[in-house]
């Protein structure tokens, strides 16, 4: 019987949630992990939120609401209603039971718990198998500056809906910071590291840019794969596209690939994108156009197995091309492996 891969995600939120579950529900689960993003945490109402992490434990939970993305499924407002008739700005959404893990995590800060240890409970309490791995117990805080001034990104991206002119970016705390013995240890004894298709500048930088993180990845015999979180150099949902620009990098494949330069063993776009495969595989040595949409479990369990099938071509040497997905036609796909 073949010894199980060791599978390590890095991930952010929704579209890294996606990725997690594709990995948790398929044959790859009983050695796969995650590296979560915590540079999105911010306080809201004396409470200590962590949208990320909270993404992926309730995605993995199966008690996601599917139809935001994020939060809890069947949830109720009265909270965060009394809040506001108590005059809280309340442009952040919390449900009632989304609370009681903010207030859970928060009270367990104010006792000394490391973060680690913290985000470890509230998965276990939900039932969740996957280890969900904090990068840094330390406090880091993506900022993002404005005409009026540095304001956190939580602040850019839900309270002003993304509308403000970002002029340049930074991660409060970052210098200071100090990757966790578990993350560490992860990508040491990783067969596979999985970059998702997650925002490279707000959700896989901080992860990064924590002290020895990069030097751990760059040390680790593990294949490191990225999945591009642009499609024909728009995002699926969110800002991406827009923050590579103002970070220097082409909004497409090409930038995704320049973010993980020299990084990355694999790179793996979606079919719509496989014009560009030629031009990628002079910087990346494999190069997968194939279908990344990830609409339901079928096709992010698909995806999953699509990144161990490339790594164990590559590792073999052999041409890759993956079956075509259930919502994609027989001629449509034209996958091409490089």
Not at 69 to 98: I, P, R
Request: proline share 4%.
């Amino acid at each position: 019987m073949n010894k199980p891969l060791n599978i390590v995600l890095l991930s952010g939120g929704v579209g890294g949630a996606k990725m997690a579950e594709g990995f948790a529900f398929s044959q790859h689960a009983e050695m796969f992990s995650v590296i979560g993003n915590v540079a999105d945490d911010q306080a809201f109402h004396g409470l200590w939120v962590s949208p990320d992490i909270d993404t992926l434990t309730y995605t993995l939970a199966e008690e996601i609401d599917t139809d935001k993305g994020w939060g809890l499924k069947a949830e109720t407002n009265q909270v965060l209603e009394q809040l506001k008739k108590l005059g809280s700005d309340t442009w952040m959404y919390l449900g009632d039971k989304d609370f009681a893990t903010h207030i859970f995590r928060t009270e367990l800060r104010k006792q000394g718990v490391r973060p680690s240890e913290i985000a470890a409970r509230i998965a276990r309490s939900y039932g969740v198998k996957t280890p969900i791995i904090l990068p840094t117990d330390s406090c880091i805080q993506n900022k993002v500056m404005t005409h009026s001034g540095w304001i956190d990104f939580q602040d850019y991206f839900v309270k002003y809906a993304c509308l403000p002119e970002i002029l340049d970016f930074k991660i409060d705390g970052i210098n200071e910071a100090t990757a966790t013995p578990e993350s560490l240890r992860a990508i040491a004894e990783a067969d596979l590291i999985v970059i998702a298709p997650s925002n490279p500048i707000v959700s896989i930088k901080p992860i990064l840019s924590i002290p020895g993180m990069t030097e751990a990845l760059l040390s680790s015999t593990a294949f490191k794969v990225a999945v591009s979180p642009l499609i024909n150099g728009e995002t699926v949902k969110g800002p991406a596209d827009h923050m590579m620009k103002v970070a220097g990098y082409r909004s497409d494949v090409l930038g995704v690939a320049d973010v993980y330069n020299g990084l990355i063993d694999a790179l793996v776009i979606d079919q719509q994108d496989r014009n560009a495969v030629s031009e990628l595989s002079a910087s990346v040595e494999h190069v997968l156009a194939t279908d990344t949409l990830m609409f339901n479990r079928q096709n992010k369990i698909r995806l999953a197995e699509t990144l161990v099938h490339v790594y164990q071509a590559a590792k073999s040497k052999k041409r890759f091309s993956p079956p075509v997905s259930s919502h994609m036609s027989s001629d449509s796909g034209q996958q091409i492996a490089v």
